[in-house]
C-alpha cells in the first residue's frame, strides 16, 4: 500500500512558475516509475509527464513539452514536477500516480497509485 500527496499548487500568473512535490509513504516492493496527469473542468484527465524507475528515461506530452520537466534524481520519497511558462490551458487539478515495473507509461489505467490531486490556476 502506497499513499501518495500532492502540494505546491496555487495561482499563477501567465508565464509565471510553479513547482509542485509529491510525497509517497508506505512501503513498495521491486521497481516502480512515477507520472504527473491533470484534469481541467469538463475535460478527462491527461498524461502530463513520467519518468522511469532508473529516473533514465522521461515523457512528456506535447503540450508541456519544453515547459515541465521531471527531475531525473528525485528521492524514494519524493517526487517533483518544475512548470515554467505556465499558460491559462495548464490551469487544472495536477495528480502524481506510480505504476508497478521499469517501463515508461503514459497509460492512466496502468498507475496503481493516485495522490487526491492539487490545484494549479493560472490567470491571463
Known amino acids: 500500500q502506497v499513499q501518495l500527496v500532492e502540494s505546491g499548487g496555487g495561482l499563477v500568473q501567465a508565464g509565471g512558475n510553479l513547482r509542485l512535490s509529491c510525497a509517497a509513504s508506505?512501503?513498495?516492493?521491486?521497481?516502480?516509475?512515477m507520472g504527473w496527469f491533470r484534469q481541467a473542468p469538463g475535460k478527462e484527465r491527461e498524461f502530463v509527464a513520467s519518468?522511469?524507475?532508473?529516473?533514465?528515461?522521461?515523457a512528456y506530452a506535447d503540450s508541456v513539452k519544453g515547459r515541465f520537466t521531471i527531475p531525473r534524481d528525485y528521492g524514494k520519497d519524493t517526487m517533483y514536477l518544475q512548470m515554467n511558462s505556465l499558460k491559462s490551458e495548464d490551469t487544472a487539478v495536477y495528480y502524481c500516480a506510480s505504476v508497478r515495473g521499469t517501463s515508461l507509461s503514459m497509460i492512466a489505467r496502468q498507475y496503481d497509485y493516485w495522490g487526491q490531486g492539487t490545484q494549479v490556476t493560472v490567470s491571463s
Open positions: 519518468i522511469s524507475w532508473s529516473g533514465a528515461s522521461t
Open positions: 508506505g512501503r513498495i516492493f521491486g521497481a516502480y516509475g
